[in-house]
């Protein structure tokens, strides 16, 4: 397996009244393996894997089990036996690897020996090779620089997700030479300014919606043509801002929008509010925009 | 039911290996209803409830059904639909009240329109009272003192748990007057000036490991002892500081220290780190102080 | 000199064209000096010292020098030497004491180390006491517990000015045992729980618009009468709400409307907007209700 | 006047007393004038402006008068007068520009209205360009997107110092095509992501004590050679982790161990704290680090 390239960060659809529609994962599914994608993460925090019961959790993991890219599970629970039990479940349907988020919730306890001493006992004991994953925006919690290299050094511990923003870490964590080791970044709207500084790829909510546009930047990127990557890169900022800011609810709607038909995106699961008419033409709009912003390769 | 006096937020016996252990439970129980505290809060945020699968959740509402005390529910999760779930579970084993969290992964959408939609739905639905609980130290979010003066007039919305420490807010919601709301604190080390502000009584953690201590000063507040009051509340700070820096683990070794082999504490799940041996004897001096500071009613 | 009471945190009066109104600000002196107000704090936050030239800081010093009740002195600068001679000018014009914020612009290396050496150096060469001053919203720091209790000790520091809200660490200062260091609170909203925990007074902003419904409140408390206090403390909610929600400009307009005419706020100085007249009405209604709803004494 | 290439963010010499030595801040420009470097920002956040007098101020500004490169000046004060007249003061002196820190002591109040308000004000006025300086992390406020956007506008506004490490912000900066609107970045270990992601050029601290190892980094972007740029950028990460974590002392002391001699840094002002002895050998070590690892151009 390698960590490179662009990997979406897959819904999970629902029908109006909140029922799990696998149906309509399979039909998105589809409509991605014909992509340029390098593969998926099922059951991230784009995912409302958060708002599933453990049944509906491996009845998703169980229908994307048989695409052709690469597909990383998010298997991170806050106790770290029920989250070895889903790493162990995501492995038996031939996962690559699971992509784990920072246990949060006592986040007074979580410090760094913690967090390492989490990962390394799961790592131990996982079959598949386990992504760390750092996203302080919705836990609270950061996944220091130290603790980082730390778990690098582990032969089951392949890389990092790493959702925060921070630029300084990023190339900190590039310069510090792990072997073996890759950064995915979290946000499209810096993708290209962290490849330059050394990211593998990215796994992107944008790419469920818009895979080509985040294409488009990586694909300039190793090609070697800045100028492309930077426009590129620049016209995706819109469709950022406009799906960013709602949330899951945005997300959805962006699906819906931008896949010709072929995608579902639908409504999140309650509490999160479902987008009103107003805040899903403007979601329209701004991918409209997109497809005719995004540079030619 | 009234909503006055000192709850206990218990905990969940552990084994060394993480393995619940309702017996303990139990045993725990028992000991308490021998107290005057008004109640128990089973399943909240000192319960680990986050860490027990569903199964294990409703076995611990299960072994609590039978006390003499009021019995509160900690039955919030992040869905809607998980949480009218077990809100109707504790309901039918005669828990009084349900006590739910705000739910929070998702921040940026947990709006007071969301929070306020998420908390009608369930009130609406649920047999038995809510009792909303606001935690921001743990979930990063704040339940609004408007949002809570709206949720307050649904009738089948009766109290609060008010855990941010913000005096302020407790306050200007004893003054906005609600009619059949009960504010409930969770801080046991500012009890007494919140009982003074107009707080009905409070669920707290260090009334797990040191009933009479809780009791002590809400005892002299009643009896119109404020000086009684403040030298109890002061009797319990070097206990608290103790306790609340090592989170759970500190909480279950006080548990252990102070119950006189009564009460079994025990391990966290991980990620939770046990508590070294040096730490369980600082414990151990503090609650010993905790015992001879406590002024005689 | 007794730091107990109620101290009114002056405003610091311009005209329309930010020129400094020493003539007004005498005025208002005048005004006060009939009030039942322990004393006064000048130059403090809410005297916008940080918008004054140190000749201007200067003038409004000696403009205070010779009332009648206790003057305490806003010395604090960023660095030692400039607050050293600030606070030496203060004594020489007769100030009580010097009420010294904690310096804060490079706040990683605003250490409790460094802060501790700041205030040391400074009470060992000050003629007059120091009080400490922490107010983490405009500064960006806290003065820890451990750092003020460490600073107790100086036989020249006197108290603190704790404007942080934080009701946790009231209770544990006051639980220290300081021998001949006094509490004094910053805000007008928690101030009778304030009492209850230990605090020997307040310095107010809200005590340079309304001095009385501050002084209902600590009356009250005084006379044992806790019903009479907590509905005083009720009775200034919603002018707190009122004024607070508009900084600087928010203070003054509430000395122009809640003063009969005998006390000048004005216009705040630039970058500060002044209020529009939609703001100005709200905080008349405001200001209009709570001399209605402070109880007799 | 063109805002590109790096410009070293000068400190302030003191003596061991803490007296201005203006003799040896002459002797530092000497040796900068000697560099590559574009040019100076005098008085700004690293040169301790904050602890001076408005004589010193002025005094160092005239100290630094006559220098060949571009000279910027940091005349940011709280109130907008006092901006004014030292930004009239460095423009009397022949000043490039006026770097001007976002006010911030009232931070309720610093809305984006109010501060627009305050740099336009402030640039109807200016004889020579202003430049916004935003740096949260000594600020606490945020100059946002949208009000940066709309001060761009303005024919006197002709840059930004951006120095909240924000990416993502700046990304989106570039993207909305400013015409005559340069953005330099104040953060050294991002540099050359922040120049692929558009930005001019940087305002730097690092370059008052390795200015070469700063134009190393822009020297290879400028010549098209990412590989060497990132190489360039990883070299300067642990000089940068070293003195940063140090605060001003950590930057003097860098400017003392780098300039072979030729450089002065001593001590900052009290509060601030000088370095140990084991801190300055740490710096000394990483700075002897970085003449080794930075790339042959």
Chains 1, 2, 3, 4 share one sequence.
């Not at 690469?70 to 790493?87: H, Q, W, Y």
């Not at 130290?146 to 890389?159: E, K, Q, R, Y």
Request: proline share 5%; net charge neutral.
């Amino acid at each position: 397996m390698q960590l490179r390239g662009i990997f979406a960060a897959l819904t999970t659809p629902f029908d109006d009244s909140g029922e799990l529609r696998l149906d309509l994962f399979e039909r998105n599914l589809a409509s991605y393996e014909s992509t340029e994608l390098a593969g998926y993460l099922v059951l991230g925090s784009s995912a409302e894997a958060i708002y599933l019961t453990t049944d509906e959790k491996r009845a998703v993991l169980r229908a994307a089990a048989n695409v052709q890219k690469i597909k990383l599970a998010g298997t991170g629970e806050e106790s770290l036996r029920a989250t070895v039990e889903m790493t162990r479940y995501a492995a038996s349907l031939g996962y690559a690897a699971a992509v784990v988020r920072t246990p949060h919730y006592y986040k007074k306890s979580m410090t760094p020996a913690a967090l390492i001493g989490f990962y390394r006992d799961l790592a131990d004991t996982s079959p598949i090779p386990i992504i760390l994953y750092n996203i302080p925006p919705l836990t609270g919690i950061d996944l220091t620089l130290d603790a980082t290299i730390a778990l690098a050094s582990h032969p089951n511990i392949v890389g990092l997700k790493e959702s925060s923003g921070n630029t300084d870490k990023l190339v900190r964590l590039m310069a510090a030479g792990l072997p073996n080791f890759a950064v995915l970044v979290g946000g499209a709207s810096t993708l290209y300014p962290s490849l330059c500084a050394g990211a593998s790829g990215a796994i992107l909510a944008l790419a469920a919606a818009a895979p080509e546009a985040c294409l488009a930047i990586e694909n300039a990127y190793r090609a070697g043509n800045h100028a492309r990557a930077l426009a590129a890169q620049q016209a995706v900022l819109r469709a950022c801002a406009a799906f960013e800011a709602l949330s899951i609810a945005g997300l959805k709607g962006a699906v819906d929008v931008a896949g010709d038909g072929a995608r579902y995106g639908g409504p999140p699961r309650k509490p999160q509010l479902p987008l009103t008419a107003a805040q899903k033409q403007a979601l329209a709009e701004a991918f409209a925009g997109l497809r005719i912003a995004v540079p030619a390769s």
